[in-house]
């Protein structure tokens, strides 16, 4: 049979990703013996995941809802959120995304202990393709000529799993396995479960994402027993490789694997399907793999953050993938094929290729000189000194860079990071670093760049302290204290306030494993003063400010750093429990760094 014209990894192929760390690097784990009818049983393990969320138009997604295992966070005004040393999962971590307006946004990947992963995850818009009678039945059709359709009295209402006799409205999006962004699209990756429970790795000949609501906007599924029929349209490029039948794979939404679940049959260029119950569907084959990786490095040292395309030379099936901060890439590749591998820059062009494979066995390429072009590489670095005028023998840079945070570790002074582009547009560069000994950082570094080398001012990590962010809180009398010393989730963050400029702050923490310890505070501003706070939720309490009755939250900023830079303050009121008449007394004080 022939395989696929289009192949991509996440599963098969899932890179170490973006985003350095001054813990361990990325790195995508799995078991050396890897194949068709392995049985992978969870592996936890503790580390940190940093990510981010986009929307359809490469844009950050401010306030999304983020979530891995019981945590809970949300995205700042970059997009970006982190966990801080969590249960994930060796083999197979999972993270969901919740923004209205969007499907559930899911990334599975691997974690290594005691690391610091990262995910970036593009959310698909949830759009309204039409809607039926339930008792009617009836189909729906998407703009590429996919399709649903519903018999009569087959729907119920989720929650309680009564018939439901209204309008269905059915939400839906087709998803192009062909895409060149499909390893951020993607729900979950390309692991799956087979019908025998053994791990395998998907090739996508097409998959949707569906959701039912009623007409108040309850979630609606299909009733035990019935089906609804998918028929999704197979992409330009794959039909000739089209099989006549292919098994059908519904998305796990708690585990983040796909299951396999039935079969399509192919008409024309379509698949069609018979599905018990509506989240993500796939219509895919499984292949045999082994691990690959390899260390990319350039004239100016490793290539950090840098996309990966391997392609498979009989067909032209491809895949991409992203290198960690050190450079290194690893993960499931197709076994006994000839393969070609591609560095990229972010806007999907070569720069540098080279013949590989074929492997039959799990294969270390070791480094890999690229001597990519510097016409769009932008390298970063600079030299940080202690309060005694030394070089800082270890440390953290943060650099910030078109809506991206890179971390470069920092010995004997020296860090820098090597940046691919697409364009050689100018855009603001700021920079923090921080001396993990002394615990004190510098102010923050701004500057300018396109491409080529730029080399920031000698950095003093000095004068202002970086060891411990902190949240202590009271309620009703009660205290509590959540504190970055002790692994707490705490999360600052920017959106969208009066005049559509970045003047609202948030600020999240909370205690890990610990029901109800936790708070959230936002407000608007940007300067030192008293302000009104908009929305307290603490610990089990959401509280609402009702100025009117004089009972209210605010918060008085002391000091107000710049981005990398640390917020303090205080804060006390009383706020009323949402949808009761209690009033809860609180108040508190923070010391934060700004991200």
């Not at 992978?40 to 969320?53: D, E, H, L, M, Y």
């Not at 330009?236 to 796909?258: F, H, R, V």
């Not at 089990?540 to 400010?545: G, I, R, V």
Request: hydrophobic share 35%; net charge negative; glycine share 10%.
């Amino acid at each position: 049979m022939k395989l696929l014209k289009s192949l991509y990894l996440a599963g098969l192929l899932i890179f170490g990703l973006l985003l350095g760390s001054c813990q361990k690097d990325l790195d995508y784990i799995v078991p050396d013996n890897v194949i068709i009818g392995q049985i992978i049983n969870p592996s936890p393990v503790q580390a940190s995941v940093q990510g981010k969320v986009l929307n359809e138009n490469e844009l950050p997604v401010v306030g999304a809802t983020v979530r891995s295992g019981s945590q809970t966070t949300t995205t700042d005004s970059r997009g970006l959120f982190r966990f801080n040393n969590i249960q994930l999962d060796k083999y197979a971590s999972v993270v969901t995304v919740e923004k209205n307006g969007y499907f559930l946004g899911l990334r599975t990947f691997s974690a290594k202990a005691s690391s610091l992963e990262f995910v970036k995850i593009k959310l698909i818009p949830k759009v309204m393709i039409g809607s039926i009678d339930a008792s009617a039945g009836g189909s729906v059709n998407l703009s590429n000529g996919s399709s649903i359709s519903f018999q009569p009295n087959t729907v119920i209402v989720k929650s309680t799993g009564q018939a439901y006799t209204g309008t269905i409205q059915v939400y839906a999006a087709a998803i192009d396995p062909t895409s060149p962004d499909i390893t951020q699209i993607i729900p979950g990756s390309f692991q799956a479960i087979d019908a025998n429970g053994f791990r395998v790795t998907l090739q996508s000949f097409g998959m949707a994402a569906v959701q039912l609501e009623g007409s108040v906007g309850e979630l609606l599924q299909i009733a035990t027993g019935k089906k609804a029929k998918l028929k999704l349209s197979i992409p330009a490029s794959l039909q000739a490789s089209a099989p006549a039948s292919i098994p059908m794979w519904s998305l796990n939404e708690t585990d983040g694997l796909w299951k396999e679940e039935g079969n399509g049959t192919k008409t024309g260029n379509f698949y069609e399907g018979d599905v018990s119950h509506f989240s993500f569907w796939n219509y895919d084959i499984g292949n045999n793999s082994i691990f690959l990786e390899f260390t990319l490095n350039n004239a100016n040292g490793p290539l950090p953050h840098t996309l990966v395309k391997i392609t498979r030379t009989s067909n032209g099936s491809f895949s991409f993938g992203y290198t960690d901060s050190t450079g290194h890439a690893g993960g499931l590749v197709f076994s006994n094929e000839p393969l070609l591998l591609e560095v990229l820059s972010n806007c999907y062009q070569a720069g540098y290729s080279q013949n590989i494979g074929p492997f039959s066995q799990n294969t270390n390429l070791g480094a890999i000189n690229t001597n990519l072009a510097q016409s769009n590489l932008l390298t970063i670095s600079g030299v940080a000194l202690n309060c005694n005028q030394e070089p800082v023998s270890t440390g953290l840079a943060m650099i910030y860079f078109e809506g991206q945070q890179y971390n470069s570790s920092i010995s004997n002074g020296n860090f820098g990071v090597t940046i691919s582009r697409c364009s050689n547009s100018t855009s603001i560069i700021e920079v923090v670093v921080l001396d993990n000994n002394s615990q004190q950082q510098s102010i923050t570094w701004t500057g300018t760049a396109s491409s080529g080398n730029v080399h920031t001012d000698t950095l003093r990590a000095c004068g202002i302290a970086a060891n411990v962010e902190y949240i202590d809180y009271m309620v009703d009398g009660v205290n509590f204290h959540i504190s970055s010393d002790q692994g707490d989730s705490i999360m600052t963050s920017r959106g969208i306030g009066t005049g559509g400029q970045l003047t609202h702050n948030f600020i999240y923490a909370k205690r890990f494993n610990t029901p109800n310890y936790l708070i959230n505070l936002d407000w608007e501003g940007t300067t030192t003063g008293t302000f009104d706070l908009d929305f307290t939720s603490i610990n089990q309490y959401f509280l609402t400010a009702v100025h009117a009755s004089n009972v209210f939250t605010t918060v008085t900023i002391t000091s107000f750093g710049q981005i990398g830079q640390f917020m303090e303050g205080t804060f006390s009121g009383t706020g009323l429990e949402s949808g009761t008449s209690v009033a809860h007394s609180v108040s508190g004080s923070f010391r934060l760094r700004r991200n």
